[in-house]
């Protein structure tokens, strides 16, 4: 399933890693909700971009965006992967669905190391505006090749200074 711009997102709720529950339908930004997948605990590039993102969670709140990562790690292994990898300030839920990954155009993996789980869900970073609709998606099938966070909040000035309209809707 392809999701589209300008068109309303899957619901989504989930557990945190701090034992309290996260609704994209009750978030209140200002501009945007930025929604990272990530593949879990056994991915090293998936700790150096949670990192990278923890050390930019002021610049994307003063722009008004909330944020949260997530993956379909179990309740322990996102628990270790928040305890470990030092992303304490980084909203963390867990236990993703597959299905309800495949809902957002998610690629999925099975594992293919002792480390890797099953299956799991492979990167992805989604912009949904204030009104639960798309505008921005980047989707992975590799753990490569994921937007670097500076470049993103350079864009996210243009857009916000520009009013750019979403694209990708036709």
């Given at each position: 399933?392809?999701?589209?711009?300008?068109?309303?997102?899957?619901?989504?709720?989930?557990?945190?890693?701090?034992?309290?529950?996260?609704?994209?339908?009750?978030?209140t930004?200002?501009?945007?909700?930025?929604?990272?997948?990530?593949?879990?605990?056994?991915?090293?590039?998936?700790?150096?971009?949670?990192?990278?993102?923890?050390?930019?969670?002021?610049?994307?709140?003063?722009?008004?965006i909330?944020?949260?990562?997530?993956?379909?790690?179990?309740?322990?292994?996102?628990?270790?992967?928040?305890?470990?990898?030092?992303?304490?300030?980084?909203?963390?839920?867990?236990?993703?669905?597959?299905?309800?990954?495949?809902?957002?155009?998610?690629?999925?993996?099975?594992?293919?190391?002792?480390?890797?789980?099953?299956?799991?869900?492979?990167?992805?970073?989604?912009?949904?505006?204030?009104?639960?609709?798309?505008?921005?998606?980047?989707?992975?099938?590799?753990?490569?090749?994921?937007?670097?966070?500076?470049?993103?909040?350079?864009?996210?000035?243009?857009v916000?200074?520009?009013?750019?309209?979403?694209?990708?809707?036709?």
């Amino acid at each position: 399933m392809k999701l589209k711009t300008q068109q309303n997102v899957p619901t989504l709720e989930l557990d945190l890693v701090n034992d309290t529950r996260w609704s994209l339908q009750e978030q209140t930004p200002k501009n945007f909700t930025l929604l990272v997948f990530y593949r879990g605990l056994h991915c090293p590039v998936c700790k150096r971009y949670l990192q990278k993102l923890q050390d930019r969670i002021e610049a994307f709140t003063a722009r008004g965006i909330n944020l949260i990562a997530i993956s379909s790690d179990s309740e322990k292994k996102a628990k270790t992967a928040y305890r470990e990898w030092e992303v304490k300030d980084l909203p963390i839920g867990y236990e993703y669905p597959i299905e309800e990954a495949r809902k957002w155009g998610l690629y999925i993996s099975k594992g293919i190391k002792e480390e890797e789980p099953e299956i799991f869900i492979e990167p992805g970073l989604f912009l949904i505006r204030p009104d639960e609709t798309l505008y921005s998606a980047s989707i992975q099938s590799m753990p490569f090749a994921r937007p670097e966070f500076e470049n993103l909040l350079k864009g996210i000035d243009y857009v916000l200074e520009h009013d750019y309209p979403a694209r990708g809707e036709a």
